[in-house]
C-alpha cells in the first residue's frame, strides 16, 4: 500500500492573509482557514501558508470570512527558539480556490 499526504479543505478565512520574508530571503503567505468538524459540534482552525508567486498574490486578494477552498500537503515545521526546538502542524496550499 502507498500512503498519500493530501489535504482538501473548504472553509472560511478567519482574518488578512500575511506576507512574511523569512531568514533565507524566501518568501511565503500564511493564513487560517476555519473548517467544521464533520464528527461533532465545533470548528478547527488551521495553519495555511503558500510559497509560489500566483498563490500568493491570489491569498492576499482574499478577505476575512471569505468561504475558500484549499488543495494542498500536511507539514510539520520547525523552528529554533530561546529554549529550543519548536514545531506546528501547517497545510502548504497548491491550490486555493473561492467557493
Known amino acids: 500500500m502507498r500512503y498519500k499526504n493530501r489535504v482538501d ?12 520574508t523569512l531568514p533565507s530571503g524566501d518568501v511565503l503567505v500564511e493564513f487560517r482557514v476555519v473548517v467544521d468538524r464533520d464528527d461533532r ?19 492576499l486578494s482574499l478577505e476575512q470570512d471569505e468561504w475558500i477552498g ?4 500536511l507539514r510539520r515545521r ?12 501547517q497545510v502548504e496550499a497548491r491550490e486555493i480556490t473561492r467557493v
Open 41 to 59: 459540534e465545533g470548528v478547527d482552525t488551521l495553519d495555511v501558508a503558500t510559497w509560489k508567486a500566483p498563490l500568493r498574490k491570489r491569498a
Open 78 to 89: 520547525f523552528w529554533k527558539t530561546a529554549t529550543g526546538v519548536a514545531s506546528r502542524w
Open 9 to 20: 479543505l473548504v472553509g472560511r478565512l478567519s482574518g488578512p492573509a500575511e506576507e512574511k
Open 70 to 73: 484549499i488543495k494542498g500537503v
